[in-house]
């Protein structure tokens, strides 16, 4: 199994500012994602991280508001930029590669507040 | 793109048992099932593969018609944590980059 560990845990932000999130991954890992989950609702996938290169994002989501870097097997970045209320929510950053074929690890997520 | 989940939600007793369904719009390669527990992160329970090949847990199966586009999981003898948010995760071509359906929230009382 993969340990995830992201930060912050939780921020308040303010409106029109940018946070960065880390993950943190204990082993390399070739598949990360980044993935959304407002209150109450199911988790929406952002963009998948590619090692040296650039993240491939889904329907929805573009680089200017969500950059992403992935510097190496182990680490990746999610900005939230030019941030405003409906970007408050839960992001989840997820890795590939358990002892089952396909299995993902979450780390525990970023509950991000914006006023 | 995000599979439907129904029911949305169910209230189950110590030893009942419980179905949950899953329905994609797509064609898939896998199906998987994560459950949450409230302000944890999902945690994996079961894959089902294309060609009909399953892993995941000892006490919960699942099931995968792959020409409908639909899986089903079964919880059967429901225990007190089995409560929590489950939700299915498509897979359309093997990248492992999921789609996670609407939820289906269980709670087990005693």
């Known amino acids: 199994s993969a340990v995830i560990s992201q930060k912050p845990s939780r921020d308040i932000c303010q409106r029109g500012t940018s946070l960065t999130i880390q993950c943190q991954v204990d082993?390399?890992?070739?598949?990360m994602f980044w993935y959304r989950q407002q209150p109450g609702q199911s988790l929406t996938l952002i963009a998948t991280?590619?090692?040296?290169?650039?993240?491939?994002?889904e329907s929805g989501f573009v680089i200017d508001k969500f950059p992403i870097s992935r510097p190496n097997l182990t680490f990746s970045t999610l900005t939230v930029s030019n941030m405003s209320p409906e970007d408050s929510s839960i992001y989840l950053c997820?890795?590939?590669?358990?002892?089952?074929?396909?299995?993902?690890?979450f780390g525990e997520g970023s509950r991000l507040t914006v006023l | 793109q995000q599979p439907v989940q129904s029911p949305q939600a169910v209230i189950l007793r110590e030893g009942e048992d419980a179905v949950i369904n899953c329905s994609s719009s797509?064609?898939?390669?896998?199906v998987h099932w994560y459950r949450q527990k409230h302000g944890e992160a999902p945690v994996f329970l079961m894959i089902?593969?294309?060609?009909?090949e399953q892993k995941g847990h000892e006490k919960i199966s699942a099931s995968f018609n792959e020409k409908k586009q639909q899986s089903s999981l079964y919880l059967t003898a429901s225990q007190l944590s089995y409560s929590g948010t489950y939700f299915c995760?498509?897979?359309?071509?093997?990248?492992?980059?999921?789609?996670f359906g609407t939820g289906t929230r269980l709670t087990v009382i005693p």
């Open positions: 089902l593969l294309k060609g009909g």
């Open positions: 991280a590619n090692q040296g290169s650039e993240a491939t994002y």
């Open positions: 082993s390399q890992v070739t598949m």
């Open positions: 797509k064609a898939l390669y896998s």
């Open positions: 997820s890795v590939g590669g358990g002892s089952h074929t396909g299995e993902l690890f």
């Open positions: 995760g498509t897979d359309q071509t093997g990248a492992n980059n999921l789609f």
